[in-house]
Structures are given as structure tokens and as C-alpha cells.
């Protein structure tokens, strides 16, 4: 008996949530050595933060787009959107870990009041939202990829993606305010 991708969604799942987070949890510890990384220059390094703005800023939109879509039940489009969506998260984990590999996470520059009772607990309801959709994610991206496009709303894909999309926008929002708080205010 052949085993296919639409049998082991679970697994996969994991499989593939325990690679990221290793992935993530690596960079952001310091486990990564560097020394197998690709030396940016300054101003690069310096310019992720901006740009990992703007692609959450887009993030979000792109999963607003794809909600709306879905609701009006354009199929095509939601899947476009969360594709896009997919996409600049990549790119913005891809740049983020890059640059904390790096340099490591950057220090709150503002009051420590401040720090302790804003920036902490946004950064820290942030970093949670973020890695509880990472399985979310995971998983609904599988049950649509292996299935025809009939068959995906049979599946757990509609109530799991809701969570999914609804957990992602406030990660992204709120990553925008942790930003916002590094880099704009103070």
C-alpha cells in the first residue's frame, strides 16, 4: 500500500512544526553558528526591520483579502491571497532570523516601566500567536495542497484556517506594534 501526503497531514504537520520552531527557537537562542551563515552588510542588516514592516504590513492585507474572498466564496482568490500571504511570511521569517542569527534579538531602547508592562507583554502575546499558527498553518496549507479544490471544504480546512487567519492578522498586527515600539517611538 502506497502512502500519500493526504494521508499523513498530521504527521506532516508535526514533522514539519518541529523543523521550524528548531529552525526559529536556534536562531533567537544563539545555536545557530554563524560562521555558516552569508556576512550582510551593515546597512542590510540594519534594513530588515523596516522591510519585515512593510511585508506585515502587506501580510496582513493579503489575509484580510483572502478572508473576504472566501466568505464571498471566491475560491480562486482566497487561494491567491493566502498563497501571497504564505509567501511574505516566509520572507519575513527568512529575514528576521537571518538578522537575530546575526546579531541577536534587539534590546527594548525605551523606559523600563514601559518595558515591562507594554513592550513585554505585546512582544511576549506576539511571539506566543506566532508560534501557535505555525501547526495551524502547517496544517490547513496541507489538507488544501493535497486535496482537489471540492474537497478541501469537507475538511477541517474551513474551521481550522479561521483560527489560523484570525491568530495570524493579530500576530501580524501586533509584531507591527512591537516594531513600532523598537523602532518609531523610541
Do not use: K
Amino acid at each position: 500500500m502506497q502512502l500519500q501526503a493526504r494521508d499523513r497531514v498530521p504527521e506532516l504537520t508535526g514533522l514539519l512544526t518541529v523543523v521550524s520552531l528548531a529552525l526559529v527557537f536556534g536562531a533567537v537562542l544563539g545555536a545557530i553558528p554563524t560562521r555558516h551563515l552569508p556576512q550582510a552588510p551593515d546597512w542590510f542588516l540594519a534594513a530588515i526591520p523596516h522591510v519585515n514592516a512593510v511585508v506585515s504590513v502587506f501580510a496582513i492585507g493579503t489575509i484580510f483579502v483572502g478572508w473576504r474572498a472566501i466568505r464571498a466564496g471566491n475560491v480562486t482568490r482566497h487561494r491567491n491571497a493566502m498563497i501571497a500571504s504564505l509567501v511574505l511570511f516566509v520572507v519575513f521569517l527568512v529575514l528576521y532570523l537571518y538578522r537575530v542569527a546575526l546579531e541577536g534579538p534587539t534590546s527594548f531602547p525605551g523606559p523600563a516601566v514601559l518595558e515591562q508592562f507594554v513592550y513585554f507583554p505585546i512582544l511576549a502575546i506576539h511571539v506566543l500567536l506566532a508560534i501557535v499558527c505555525i501547526p495551524l498553518l502547517y496544517y490547513v496549507l496541507l489538507l488544501a495542497l493535497t486535496r482537489p479544490v471540492d474537497d478541501v471544504g469537507a475538511t477541517r480546512h474551513p474551521t481550522i484556517g479561521r483560527v489560523a487567519a484570525s491568530l495570524w492578522l493579530v500576530s501580524f498586527f501586533l509584531g507591527t506594534v512591537v516594531y513600532a515600539l523598537l523602532y518609531v517611538v523610541f
